[in-house]
Nanobody, 129 residues
Framework: QVQLVESGGGLVQAGGSLRLSCAAS????????MGWFRQAPGKEREFAAG????????YYADSVKGRFTISRDNTKNTVYLQMNSLKPEDTAVYYC??????????????????????WGQGTQVTVSS
């Protein structure tokens, strides 16, 4: 069983920044391929960014590329999402997910929410205009 706990959400003005964190339980965190997704009211959960177990492979959704940066610190069992130049359309609940099996490369696997075995409870990000 893997437990994921997100933090760092909040209210920010357009153009501002936030840094989300996702702390994971378990002794094999470096074997988990991780992803950040987001879900706005009335919409499907959508992929934002993904990172392989040792951080060597990273993918971004086109909507966040150049503004968001995913990273991880395996010594702290934590994955981060640095969000800059935030826009009102970035408003959503942000979830981190853990993939415990499957390949460490391949955008399809990171972007597909059904590939994730565990999810956190989410953290709200609200961007005001």
């Amino acid at each position: 069983q893997v437990q994921l706990v997100e933090s760092g959400g909040g209210l920010v003005q357009a153009g501002g920044s936030l840094r989300l964190s996702c702390a994971a339980s378990g002794r094999t965190f470096s074997s988990y391929n991780m992803g950040w997704f987001r879900q706005a009211p009335g919409k499907e959960r959508e992929f934002a960014a993904g990172i392989s177990g040792h951080g060597g492979t990273i993918y971004y959704a086109d909507s966040v590329k150049g503004r968001f940066t995913i990273s991880r610190d395996n010594t702290k069992n934590t994955v981060y999402l640095q969000m800059n130049s935030l826009k009102p359309e970035d408003t959503a609940v942000y979830y981190c997910g853990a993939r415990i099996k499957g390949p460490s490369s391949g955008r399809y696997y990171y972007a597909n929410k059904h590939e994730y075995a565990y999810w956190g409870q989410g953290t709200q990000v609200t961007v005001s205009s």
